[in-house]
Structure formats: structure tokens, C-alpha cells
């Protein structure tokens, strides 16, 4: 099963949202890259979700790392990288201001018999 790469047909979000699955963090560079500012994708993000851009990056993030943990058998260093988190401290400090619990605790409570191997990377 592939992954659909244009969810929304909306060709900048849809790149944005395949950057952001890639584990790319960097918004500034990521606008550079289109020729738009930061804000400018800031601002297609709440015209389209109703939600500040940093609200959804992070909420977004949050979610590739739950898939991660529960589908992969990645550490956590690899799922923070691969997440966008950068280091296994930020993930770690996200997961304990979400959660309440570190991101080794959560995989566990996320993962279902048959989940390891779904993720498609």
C-alpha cells in the first residue's frame, strides 16, 4: 500500500505535510524552498485547519511519532529525528507535557498485536 502523497490537492499544504512526514522542522527553509515567508505558511495552515501553525506542526509531530512508535520498531532517537522532534530529549519532553509519560512507556500502550511492519516509511 503506498502512501498518498496529495491528501488534500492542495499542492503547497500537500507539500507541507509530506516535509513535515519526512521529518523536516525547519518551516523557514521550507518556505525558502517555495519562495514564501513563514508566516505565509502559517497562515494557509489556519486558513485550512483553523489552528495556529505552531499548534499544527506540533499536533502533527505528536502523531507521526504515535504511528512510529506503534507501527516500527525505531528507537527513540530514530522516531524523534524521524518525527521532526530532532533530539530523543525533545521528544521526551513533548510526550511528558502531552501524556504524562516518556515515549518508551507510551509505545506499549499503543501498540496492538500485528502492528509492527504496517508503517510504510
Given at each position: 500500500?503506498?502512501?498518498?502523497?496529495?491528501?488534500?490537492?492542495?499542492?503547497?499544504?500537500?507539500?507541507?505535510?509530506?516535509?513535515?512526514t519526512?521529518?523536516?522542522?525547519?518551516?523557514?527553509?521550507?518556505a525558502?524552498?517555495?519562495?514564501?515567508?513563514?508566516?505565509?505558511?502559517?497562515?494557509?495552515?489556519?486558513?485550512?485547519?483553523?489552528?495556529?501553525?505552531?499548534?499544527?506542526?506540533?499536533?502533527?509531530?505528536?502523531?507521526?511519532?504515535?504511528?512510529?512508535?506503534?507501527?516500527?520498531?525505531?528507537?527513540?532517537?530514530?522516531?524523534?529525528k524521524?518525527a521532526?522532534?530532532?533530539?530523543?530529549?525533545?521528544?521526551?519532553?513533548?510526550?511528558?507535557?502531552?501524556?504524562n509519560?516518556?515515549?518508551?512507556?507510551?509505545?506499549?500502550q499503543?501498540?496492538?498485536?500485528?502492528?509492527?511492519?504496517?508503517?510504510?516509511?
Amino acid at each position: 500500500m503506498n502512501r498518498n502523497t496529495s491528501p488534500t490537492g492542495i499542492r503547497i499544504f500537500d507539500a507541507y505535510l509530506n516535509y513535515l512526514t519526512d521529518g523536516g522542522s525547519d518551516l523557514q527553509e521550507f518556505a525558502k524552498r517555495l519562495g514564501l515567508r513563514r508566516d505565509d505558511i502559517d497562515s494557509l495552515v489556519f486558513v485550512l485547519t483553523g489552528m495556529r501553525g505552531v499548534d499544527f506542526r506540533m499536533k502533527y509531530q505528536v502523531l507521526m511519532a504515535d504511528q512510529l512508535l506503534r507501527f516500527t520498531d525505531m528507537t527513540i532517537a530514530e522516531v524523534s529525528k524521524r518525527a521532526g522532534f530532532g533530539s530523543a530529549n525533545n521528544l521526551y519532553l513533548t510526550y511528558k507535557r502531552e501524556f504524562n509519560i516518556a515515549p518508551g512507556y507510551r509505545s506499549p500502550q499503543l501498540r496492538q498485536e500485528g502492528d509492527v511492519g504496517r508503517y510504510k516509511l
